[in-house]
């Protein structure tokens, strides 16, 4: 049995999400913010719940900047791919530079991924790690069980498709939104980055190039 449980950051208007494997007592987290390190760690003492795995949806710091602390406090695998690995590295790539100076530095992902789609077995979920780049050269959706899906911030309900950072791509944007559309059904459950939780049928006329 899988649960779902979201963690605001208002700094950021930014969701945090811990996945957590009630079986199996075990959670991976997505996108943890500086801020959601304490939620997430009484969370994890008060149900006796390890954690195995952190994995970004990209490499923007309101996505990557709570790794660090994360790893001084519990050992688990970082899942990135190659693409991520300079805005881990470099606070300019992640934009933490130009927002009050955070100079955000996370070490690199010990697992790095190049396949289109990764399949990770966890426990007796299915996960698989998508390419989706355009917001950001890493973009990825995680997607769970064919249900869940973590879209980062490729599909977002609030909010129109973002490509206007310097490595930003707005065609690549745009392909990415129609693969998702094209591999999922119309019930999915989408957990973005920013906004609440939306069935993906639900947002398809938003996005005029999907026709
Ligand atoms: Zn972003």
Known sequence: MIDVISIFTPEYKSKTYMVVDK????TIIIDPTIFSVTEISNFLLNNNISLDY???THGHFDHIEGISKLQELYGFDVLANSECCEAFLNPKKNYSAFFQNKNVRISLPNII???DIYNLKWNNTEIQII???GHSP???CIVFNNLFLFSGDTILQEYSPFSKFPDGDAELLKTSIKRVFSIFPPSTLVYPGHGVEFHL???NLKFKFLK
């Open 131 to 133: 390419k989706t780049p």
């Open 113 to 115: 991924i190049d396949e």
């Open 23 to 26: 079986d199996s007592k075990s």
């Open 201 to 203: 049928g639900l947002i």
């Open 54 to 56: 952190v994995i970004p």
């Open 138 to 140: 890493c973009s990825v």
